[in-house]
DNA sequence: TGACTTGGTGTGGAGGGGACACTACTGCCT
DNA sequence: AGGCAGTAGTGTCCCCTCCACACCAAGTCA
């Protein structure tokens, strides 16, 4: 079977930037590859876009696929298309970026039969084609926008403490934050869920547990509240 | 002449929405189809990606083709992939935004062989293709890169006064401004450079002409400021 | 029970943002 | 020449947000 066209066309995939988040740091989903061009390095999960499939479509498959992921935040991050960005020819990508509870994910993907592993977005191994390109434009799209929109709770799981969320904003903005200040700020919002539990298995006092409510933020959203932190 | 794949691919193309500015509202480039599909409508300027050339290539390329239009402001917007777009078959399109000084351009695009046209970005005629969500999104864009970004200059010509700029924000934000606040504001951020002539013909008081400083804006973003308006 | 670890809380000062109204200048008309 | 019409240009005050800053509380463990 083959497919025959007037005019030469670009190879179209997309690939995922998968972030996750565990205790000591912003972590990035990399699978290995098993194929040429690249063989053995680890680059960014993706594939070939289907006929009858949306380009989100082909992202949400690909990453089921790859690494057994279902993300709740998947969007388009950017689209790579310079001409000799993969040897074998003209591949133009879509890039997506996605955040995933890391906990939902630690297990399985360590032991899926592709090798795919998560890695901090500081410590890369070298990646094949541009990915290291896409990564970085991800990082520079996750910093930018976890201070505008409230993602940054894609990253923890349900229940979280004051101060996991607060070292989260740490970790992908790369700067320290007042403890005080931040608290005040945050729950001004009034969009979190102040839970009658609290941590457990903690050798120290253990914190409140909070959660998130989304159904507030659509609400104050529509009434024109900007989340900013 | 043609091409065969193993695999069915998806056409690329590129698609430019262009907005401009003159003394009424905010304008947007279309250009009337000559063929089918859609032959007759009004569309997005826009064409298929060649082999050889970059993305952001090919859209300069289709716009200086198709309008005569050398954008200095031209990025990526957002990649449009849905199955069904084009009746003709899958047709996957990369729209990139552009910003023109639309005095520079008035009449070379009525004087064209093709018919193109600027339309009221709030009063287009239907438009083909998906190309009403296309330009839906750029406008999106626009309005929330303005407030964080110099863009606006590019809108402008190269002297104007802070009345013109005032109204520039007016019209892409769509709410009123105050004049003091504004002209504190954006005096405040010593990017404009102060010139020693007034407008022309106009039939009272004279306004100062203001010019924008691209090195200064250069300086001060490496030195960590940031735009807000 | 004492030491250690993390949780949780309030105030004050400085700076920025927004509301607000009047005088100055220029051309045109009578 | 005088007045009118139209836009240019300017300063203050108040409030609210941002930021810097330090101590006591609770629970665990030796």
Redesign the pocket.
Known sequence: MSYTYEYPRPALTVDCVVFGLDEEDLKVLLIRRGLEPFQGRWAIPGGFVRMDESLEDAARRELQEEAGIRPNLLEQLYTFGAPDRDPRGRVVTVAYFALVKLTDYRVQAATDAREAAWFSVWDTPKLAFDHADVLATALQRLKGKVRYQPIGFELLPPKF???QLQRLYEKILEREL????F???ILSMDLLEELDE?EQD???????LYRFDHKKYKQLEKAGFNF?L
């Open positions: 403490t004051l101060t007042d403890k005080r200040n608290r005040k700020k609290v903690v050798s120290h006092r253990a914190a409140r900013e």
